[in-house]
């Protein structure tokens, strides 16, 4: 039996009615097409701004409304007029709700789905009169259930599994994505971003051949564009270096995206809806040999939080409690170095005042290093740390190499202009991976 391939459709992609007829075209022969999508282009934004702001909340029904039938133009006297005019009355319940309990969380999470109730039905009406089966299915419809109440991380799989109507799932189903059932069978949301997740957790429950993030950019690249340094993009990275670099600063991918992808294998594809050119494109899968340099992962600023004790053992313990109460704050580390009583820990300084009030709280003096910033280079090799050493001994940059992994290695980076690091560590991977090309 044929696997069925995910096609997950993001806000970036639903900007202009245009965009549906572009997303036809490229699901075009594949009549067993699960597409999953976002709100249309800046919907959500206008949501939030409402829950907010009362004076926003009185125009946006009939706004939506307009924006919606621009998209689909005669879906108010079609077939799905009635379930158009349903999601809209939701929404003024909600609004209604929100403008006597301001904190409901019910109520917001019913007006935040809205945004996905509409954007799956305008999609699934213009692929119909463009020939398709296609029919819009809320998530929490079909059984997807989030590991939340209100507020969700991830969809657990293995409630989703045992309540999933697969049935539902024939001919070409466009399934909101972002939220589904908590766990207190109220709409839960997941974070921001969180409709990629939906997707390949989708893939992992029906078993996918393949999910396809369609996007406004032709995958991922070696250096955040942030930087204004022109890269390639990547044409292939294992799951493990993909979520490594989604946690370094790389908008493209969050780690919850590519979790439920591991253990299924399922390959995971990032694609440039209007240049959709096989060799355009980011594929993530099971690590393979030989690939090496792939790519720059980059936080800036960050701050070194170095601490020691004079008997091993105690310094030891001391440093499980710090790691534990981190992670109790949701505070994040980076990096850590421990030597025989010796240690030093990497945080943001965004996190550095929360991080050292828990140094406090253990009666620990712990002294500060600024550093310019921590940067993880995928794919790196021992002979590849020692190049880069070379790189940097004649400059005003200093590299303190914190620990490697079998996907990457992170430094900390000392100096004056993180641009000038970054286009040379730049142009040497890229010189590296061209070299790396030519002898394979």
């Known amino acids: ?261 591991i253990e299924p294998e399922i390959q995971l594809e990032v694609r440039h809806l209007y240049d959709p050119r096989d060799e355009q494109k980011t594929v993530v899968g099971p690590g393979r040999p030989g690939d090496r340099l792939k790519a720059i992962g980059c936080l800036p600023n960050v701050v070194s939080l170095g601490f020691s004790h004079h008997h091993v053992d105690q310094h030891q313990r001391q440093l499980v409690k710090i790691l534990g109460e981190l992670a109790q704050n949701e505070v994040n580390w980076w990096g850590l170095e421990s030597r025989l009583g010796d240690s030093r820990l990497i945080v943001s300084q965004h996190d550095m005042h929360r991080a050292a009030s828990i140094f406090d709280r253990f009666d620990i003096k712990a002294n500060h290093h600024h550093h310019l910033g921590l940067l993880s280079i995928i794919g790196c090799e021992e002979e590849d740390m020692d190049a880069m050493n070379s790189l940097f001994e004649s400059t005003e940059f200093e590299l303190t190499w914190l620990n490697k992994t079998s996907s990457a290695a992170r430094v900390a980076i000392d100096g004056e202009d993180l641009g000038r690091a970054l286009l040379l560590l730049h142009n040497f991977i890229k010189e590296t991976s061209q070299t790396v090309i030519q002898q394979n």
Not at 38 to 46: F, I, K, M, N, P
Not at 93 to 100: F, G, I, K, Y
Not at 109 to 131: D, F, I, K
Not at 195 to 210: K, M, P, Q, V, Y
């Open 1 to 261: 039996m044929r696997r069925r391939i995910i096609h997950k459709f993001g806000g970036s992609c639903l900007r202009e009615p245009d965009d549906i007829e572009k997303i036809a075209e490229v699901i075009r022969g594949d009549e067993q097409a699960i597409l999953v999508v976002s709100a249309l282009w800046g919907t959500t934004d206008r949501l939030y701004r409402a829950a907010k702001d009362p004076r926003y909340a009185s125009r946006l029904v009939q706004d939506l409304s307009k924006q919606h039938l621009r998209f689909a133009p005669n879906i108010d006297s079609s077939k799905n007029a009635h379930l158009f005019s349903m999601v809209l009355h939701n929404l003024k319940e909600a609004l209604r709700s929100l403008a006597q309990h301001p904190h409901d969380q019910s109520a917001l999470n019913n007006l935040l789905a809205t945004g996905e109730r509409l954007s799956a039905l305008v999609v699934a009406h213009r692929l119909q009169e463009l020939g398709y089966d296609a029919y819009p299915l809320g998530a929490e419809d079909i059984g997807i259930t989030l590991d939340g109440n209100y507020q969700a991380n991830h969809v657990d799989l293995q409630a989703s599994s045992t309540k999933l109507d697969r049935e539902t799932l024939h001919g070409t189903p466009v399934i909101t994505g972002w939220f589904g059932e908590g766990q207190n069978k109220e709409i839960a949301i997941l974070s921001r971003g969180g409709s990629d997740h939906s997707a390949t957790a989708i893939a992992n429950l029906i078993d996918a051949d393949r999910v396809i993030l369609w996007k406004d950019v032709p995958g991922i690249f070696r250096l955040n564009p942030r930087w204004g340094i022109r890269s390639e993009t990547i044409p292939y990275l294992s799951y493990q270096e993909a979520i490594e670099l989604s946690l370094m600063d790389t908008p493209v991918l969050h780690p919850s995206t590519i979790e439920p992808l």
